[in-house]
């Protein structure tokens, strides 16, 4: 069994620590004796539909994400759809989160055009309005229930479309837009989240999740025999008490 | 805090104070090293017969100048002191630039250090540029090998000169996950590097405007890195050359010799004090700084974002074969809370070169995640929440080797605190 991973622009859109959720997904595969490979696809470069069973893309600042926007569009929206639509896994966080939507209006230049995968819009409510930051608690029910624990950084608000279904319910922080307790957008197997960073060494359910849906398309049901996530667990807790503590 | 009340009571206070100081005033910004670079500036200049005016302890918001200039102020009003030299964060040079009105500006860096206080790096880098452009007054000295800063400085008004390193042996080959600004200013694109130093710090060129780095005027030549026995260079500058020696460690702390050489520089002072100040300065508490506990010694080396955190460790490595390690990972304001960046240093190095890694502070465990991750083995990692403990234990583990702390600022300031008590340092800021 191989899974493979598929980095969209890991270097423009790079920005809370992204990579972490590169290594936990790469760990978790191998530690299994599951061989994982991960190919960079970059501003300009085509996309092969075919080639990967998971995406990842993650936040940048505005600039970058505006260039990002451009190029998903232009070059690699189609095949990222149809991959969707086949039951790829997409993982989206934060600014590429937004860019999975129909729009994102920033706080001033024109509206980013998103590709649609995730029936939600987001508004950035202007320049004076605060950020929406800090340590963050969801309980989603995609999980059994469990708690997903992350950071959360970002000025737009994003609310949901009846097409998707929350990733989870905010415990503690802000979540979609800091209103409706929603955060997150999934739709089939494609996720997207403002938590970012080590998102996934943090959750391993969540990454297991991933995991087992990515390669499902191509191995049918598959089991992944348990780890050791002790130290997993003991990190979990311990950001779970520190929201908690805020 | 005296500064806050003077300045609610007369708002000018820090603009008339500052303008008394004969030799006018210094102000140095940026991510890192502003506190080693402030410091060395003001030593050198003592060596050159001036008496400096100083912010110290992190008391770098506009109200600690305030306070600063108020110690210094008679009843008469004079300010006894010739110049001087505040250190700012990134965010205050807006807000302190006006009323200081300094004969001199330096820009150490900027990076991604605590995003969540201040917003996106573009952000800053744009008020700096307003600042900068509305006083032609001042002297600009900046870093060359960063891209974003250099995309500042080229484009305010007034005098500016510039510092970078020109030793293409120090580049890593490779720009590190670390990388933060590695983007165009103008154009968003990629930048591409021949010689990468640390972080986003390097030659760069962009593809696309073909925007490159400036010349440095005063820069370092045949670099002699002596792990954390500092480093020895060729300092060449418009009035002449000298090898010169420092104890300070690392690439990034080239860039803060170069920056205070160049100031000084400016400030009129001959190349020989500058040598002689630069030799003789020595590290600030948590910048490299060495305790003796027992007989033993512990190296502090402060560890606050991904570029720095992996310059620290690749000294670490140079020291010595078989280290221990006490990592000390705080979230707190002046850290930064969204610790996320620890993901982005590269402690998969550490994998197998170390003897034992202690990790402690309020992110101890997330720290411990980041390590297995990174294939450093279960046997070979503890985790001590308490700080005093754990330094206890890292103590222990060292064989009566050398014990190297990695803290993130406020686990520095405990630690600081914790060793104080039991008398191993002196208090703050002793000079
Ligand atoms: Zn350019």
Redesign the interface.
């Known amino acids: 069994m191989d899974l493979r991973i598929c980095h969209l622009y890991p270097?423009?859109l790079?920005?809370?620590?992204?990579?972490?959720n590169i290594?936990?997904l790469m760990?978790r595969a191998r530690w299994r004796g599951i061989d994982a490979s991960v190919t960079d696809c970059r501003?300009g470069d085509a996309l092969d539909g075919d080639a990967y069973d998971l995406y990842f893309i993650g936040g940048g600042?505005?600039?970058?994400q505006?260039?990002a926007a451009n190029d998903l569009r232009a070059r690699k929206g189609g095949v990222l759809k149809r991959a969707a639509e086949a039951g790829v896994v997409v993982l989206a966080v934060c600014g590429g989160y937004q860019l999975l939507g129909h729009y994102y209006r920033p706080a001033d230049g024109d509206d980013l055009v998103g590709l649609g995968l995730l029936d939600l819009t987001t508004v950035h409510p202007g320049p004076s309005s605060r950020?929406l930051?800090?340590?963050i608690v969801i309980r989603s029910t995609l999980l059994g229930g469990a708690t997903v624990v992350g950071?959360e950084?970002h000025g737009g608000r994003t609310h949901l479309g009846p097409g998707a279904a929350p990733l989870g319910n905010v415990m503690r922080g802000f979540g979609n837009n800091g209103e409706d307790h929603t955060e997150g957008g999934v739709s089939r197997n494609v996720f997207g989240t403002y938590l970012?960073?080590?998102l996934l060494?943090?959750n391993p359910l969540f990454t297991d999740h991933l995991i087992r849906s990515a390669l499902g398309r191509r191995y049918g049901q598959v089991t992944l025999p348990p780890l050791d996530d002790r130290?997993?667990a003991?990190?979990h807790?311990?950001?779970v008490l520190?929201a908690a503590g805020e | 805090m005296p500064g806050r009340v003077a300045r609610g009571i007369a708002p000018d206070v820090v603009r008339i104070l500052a303008a008394r100081l004969p030799s006018g005033t210094i102000v140095v910004t940026g991510t890192n090293g502003k506190t080693t670079t402030a410091r060395l500036i003001s030593h050198i200049l003592r060596g050159a017969g001036f008496s400096s005016v100083h912010n110290r302890a992190g008391a770098n918001l506009a109200a600690g100048i305030a306070a600063a200039l108020l110690q210094h102020a008679t009843f008469g009003g004079r300010i006894r002191g010739d110049i001087g030299i505040f250190e700012v964060d990134e965010a205050t040079l807006p807000i302190v630039q006006p009323s200081l009105q300094p004969r001199a500006v330096v820009l150490t860096n900027l990076f991604?250090d605590q995003?969540?206080r201040y917003?996106?790096?573009?952000i800053v880098a744009g008020r700096w540029e307003t600042a900068l452009s509305n006083d032609a007054g001042a002297v600009v000295i900046f870093n060359a090998d960063d891209p974003l800063v250099a995309s500042v400085a080229t484009r305010t008004t007034g005098r500016r000169v510039a510092f970078g390193i020109e030793d293409d042996s120090c580049s890593l080959g490779t720009l590190e996950?670390a990388a933060d600004a590695?983007?165009c200013y103008r154009c968003?694109?990629?930048y591409e590097y021949r010689a990468v130093y640390f972080g986003h710090m390097g030659v760069y060129r962009c593809p696309q405007c073909g925007t490159t780095r400036p010349s440095p005027a005063v820069a370092a030549h045949e670099v002699e890195a002596r792990g954390l026995e500092g480093s020895a260079f060729t300092l060449m500058t418009p009035r002449g050359s000298a090898r010169v020696k420092t104890q300070l460690p690392g690439a990034y702390n080239l860039h803060n010799v170069l920056a205070a050489a160049t100031c000084c520089l400016e400030m009129g002072v001959a190349l020989p004090p500058i040598v002689e100040g630069i030799g003789t300065f020595a590290p600030a508490f948590g910048r490299a700084e060495r305790v003796r506990v027992n007989g033993h010694e512990a190296v502090l080396l402060l560890a606050k974002n991904p570029a720095g955190f992996n310059e620290v460790l690749r000294t670490v490595l140079r020291d010595t074969g078989q280290a221990t390690v006490l990592i000390a990972i705080n979230?707190l304001t002046a850290d930064g809370?969204?610790?996320?960046?620890?993901?982005?240093v590269d402690f998969e190095m550490l994998a197998g070169r170390i003897r034992r890694a202690i990790v402690t502070g309020?992110?101890?465990?997330?720290m411990?995640?980041?390590l297995?991750?990174a294939g450093v083995p279960d046997e070979t990692r503890a985790?001590a929440t308490d700080l005093a403990q754990a330094f206890d234990l890292a103590m222990k583990s060292t064989d009566g080797r050398r014990l190297y702390v990695l803290p993130t600022y406020t686990a520095m300031l405990q630690l600081r605190k914790i060793l104080q008590q039991r008398g191993l340092v002196a208090g703050f800021w002793e000079d």
Do not use: C, M, T
């Open positions: 270097d423009l790079n920005l809370y620590g992204d990579r972490g290594i936990a760990n501003l600042e505005d600039r970058q505006r260039l950020r930051i800090g340590n950071f950084n970012h960073g080590p060494p943090k130290i997993e003991e990190a807790a311990s950001a520190r | 991604r995003l969540d917003g996106e790096i573009d996950h590695r983007y968003g694109v990629p979230d809370r969204d610790i996320s960046w620890l993901w982005d309020i992110r101890a465990h997330d411990d995640l980041r297995k991750h985790v």
